[in-house]
């Protein structure tokens, strides 16, 4: 069975930058995924940050960025902030209706 | 404004039942796909159905297949969760979320509830 694979935890320091991957358990990531990206801080429903590999959505700071890297999907944070401290899940689209979230990796800013 | 709002969560009996409601506002809701997602404690995201605009398709995470039942009632712009035969496993907080789903182009989701416990004990 196909899993969708993020790396479970990632730091960064303030100011810095990250890049999250997405990837599959068997396969390579590519654009007719669909790739998204979501934050969520506890407690907090999720926020759409990027959609379609690389738009971001209304209201999202230009410093998240989407993209393809090899054969995954990677959310990249330039000048990461403090309140960018946050778990972040991609999502995959994989035809006949049916989406599969990743693990999901937890960033700390430090 | 895009609002979602869940309710109907609870505390249930494993084996037993409950159907989670998703009053949507502030949009035109037979446009639009519709998905219930959930979160169990600690853990992650999980996708767990979708819905067409009119009803005519469902789909469904494999863990939740003849026991969960999506549906809507546009007239009243409202989705439901119908959850059967609910496990320790089904305790989560669920979310309704709002699918942009565009051909061959896109698909994500754009709007989020802020979700409704389900609690699953004997």
């Known amino acids: 069975q196909t899993v969708v694979t993020q790396e479970p935890s990632f730091s960064v320091s303030p100011g810095g930058t990250v890049t999250l991957t997405c990837g599959l358990s068997?396969?390579?990531?590519?654009?007719?995924?669909?790739p998204s990206w979501y934050q969520q801080t506890p407690g907090q429903a999720p926020r759409t940050l990027i959609y379609?590999?690389?738009t971001r959505s209304s209201g999202v700071p230009d410093r998240f960025s989407g993209s393809i890297l090899g054969n995954k999907a990677a959310l990249t944070i330039t000048g990461a902030q403090a309140d960018d401290e946050s778990d972040y899940y991609c999502?995959?689209?994989?035809?006949?209706?049916?989406?599969?979230f990743g693990g999901g990796t937890k960033l700390t800013v430090l | 404004e895009v609002q979602l709002a869940e309710s109907g969560g609870g505390l249930v009996q494993p084996g037993g039942s409950l159907r989670l409601s998703c009053a949507a506002s502030?949009?035109?809701?037979?446009?639009?796909?519709m998905s219930w997602v959930r979160q169990a404690p600690g853990k992650g995201l999980e996708w767990v159905a979708n819905?067409?605009?009119?009803?005519?398709?469902?789909y469904y995470v494999d863990s939740v297949k003849g026991r969960f039942t999506i549906s809507r009632d546009n007239a009243k712009n409202s989705l439901f969760l119908q959850m059967n035969s609910l496990r320790a496993e089904d305790r989560a907080v669920y979310y309704c979320?709002?699918?942009?789903?565009?051909?061959?182009?896109?698909?994500?989701?754009?709007?989020w509830g802020q979700g409704t416990l389900v609690t699953v004990s004997s």
């Open positions: 819905i067409k605009q009119d009803g005519s398709e469902k």
């Open positions: 979320a709002r699918v942009i789903r565009s051909g061959y182009s896109t698909y994500y989701f754009d709007y």
């Open positions: 999502v995959l689209y994989m035809g006949g209706g049916i989406s599969m």
């Open positions: 379609s590999t690389n």
């Open positions: 068997s396969g390579s990531v590519s654009t007719s995924y669909y």
């Open positions: 502030g949009f035109t809701f037979d446009s639009y796909w």
